[in-house]
T-cell receptor, first 111, second 110 residues
Framework: SQTIHQWPATLVQPVGSPLSLECTVE??????LYWYRQAAGRGLQLLFY??????ISSEVPQNLSASRPQDRQFILSSKKLLLSDSGFYLC??????????FGPGTRLTVT | GQQVMQIPQYQHVQEGEDFTTYCNSS?????IQWYKQRPGGHPVFLIQ?????EVKKQKRLTFQFGEAKKNSSLHITATQTTDVGTYFC??????????FGPGTSLSVIP
């Protein structure tokens, strides 16, 4: 069966510090991978999605970037965090544009 | 661009009452999915509807896809406290992208 991992579960970072969040998927190959951000009590904002290694589509221009160095690895990064980057970051995998399966998420607080 | 809307934004019901949330897309969808997110948790996939007019049931939950494939609904019969959470619909128009609605937050009063 497929499993999706995200770490860390929670993170507190100062403004201006770098960020690296990692997501890995097990039990499937060539998945579509997605990064979402969710502000408290709000909906899901699609940040990036990838249909293959090295292929990244950005949905929202901001100070975040994503990379997919391996088939089942998706990384979200920032060189300098802003206060507005605080939120719940969710990684998901799927096949085509169909159902998605989410990881447990990372709660990021930028102070 | 494609938009997916949901109403209501919030719903408070007494335990045992029914609940319905509605989802509307600005464009025709190839499929629609429903997800549930418990407080503090992550969204969990519930079901996908593909055919025009399709109706699917999962125990007390009934999902419908409109004839024009632009709207959908989720109905919960006799809500329980375990139904608490936010329900998201998500629609697919293009091959690789799923657009999520803003969600309906359900509170159940025991």
């Amino acid at each position: 069966s497929q499993t999706i991992h995200q770490w860390p579960a929670t993170l507190v970072q100062p403004v201006g510090s770098p960020l690296s969040l990692e997501c890995t998927v097990e039990g499937t190959s060539n998945p579509n991978l997605y990064w979402y951000r969710q502000a408290a009590g709000r909906g899901l904002q699609l940040l990036f999605y990838s249909v293959g290694i090295g292929q990244i589509s950005s949905e929202v221009p901001q100070n975040l970037s994503a990379s997919r160095p391996q088939d089942r690895q998706f990384i979200l990064s920032s060189k300098k965090l802003l206060l507005s980057d605080s939120g719940f970051y969710l990684c998901a995998w799927g096949r085509g544009a169909s159902e998605q399966y989410f990881g447990p998420g990372t709660r990021l607080t930028v102070t | 661009g494609q938009q997916v809307m949901q109403i209501p934004q919030y719903q408070h019901v007494q335990e045992g009452e029914d609940f319905t949330t509605y989802c509307n897309s600005s464009t025709t969808l190839s499929n629609i999915q429903w997800y549930k997110q418990r407080p503090g948790g992550h969204p969990v996939f519930l079901i996908q509807l593909v055919k025009s007019g399709e109706v699917k049931k999962q125990k007390r939950l009934t999902f419908q896809f409109g004839e024009a494939k632009k709207n959908s609904s989720l109905h919960i019969t006799a809500t329980q406290t375990t139904d608490v959470g936010t329900y998201f619909c998500a629609g697919t128009a293009s091959y690789d992208k799923v657009i999520f609605g803003p969600g309906t937050s359900l509170s159940v009063i025991p």
